[in-house]
């Protein structure tokens, strides 16, 4: 199979789970305030948990399509996709922003592992990957 199909069928199954971990993303943020006390239900409240989803899409979006969705399928064309490496792959955006010392590292860390992870499940689960 051709790189650029390769390319295109990562790069979908990381878009659908991007957009999964950006919901969740959204819903921690509404959940966060309400179950801390600390906020009510109102337009504030949904204006924050919309923008740390917008700054998720945007510093995911870059960092899946910019480099997770080429590496992971550079990996699939050498046999090399994993579980291990899948999650080695999207962690590594986030703990270079860490290194760097930016706050939003560390969400990084947690969301780039959770969408190269969704994305090796669901890249399986369409196109029959073998689950390893």
Known sequence: M?????LARVSLAAFLSLMACALLYFFYALAWPLFSGAGT?????LSRAGALSA?????GALAT???????????????AARWWTAALIG????????ALGN????YLV?????????THGIHA??????DR
């Open 110 to 118: 947690a969301g780039g592992t959770a969408v190269s992870l969704l």
């Open 65 to 79: 399509f910019g480099y997770g969705a080429p590496v992971y399928a550079w990996s699939r064309r050498r046999n």
């Open 125 to 130: 689960r369409l196109w029959g990957g073998r």
């Open 91 to 98: 962690v590594m955006p986030g703990v270079a922003a860490v």
């Open 41 to 45: 239900w109102g337009l504030d409240l």
């Open 55 to 59: 700054v998720f899409l945007f510093l």
């Open 103 to 106: 706050f939003w590292g560390v």
């Open 2 to 6: 051709p790189f650029k199909t390769e």
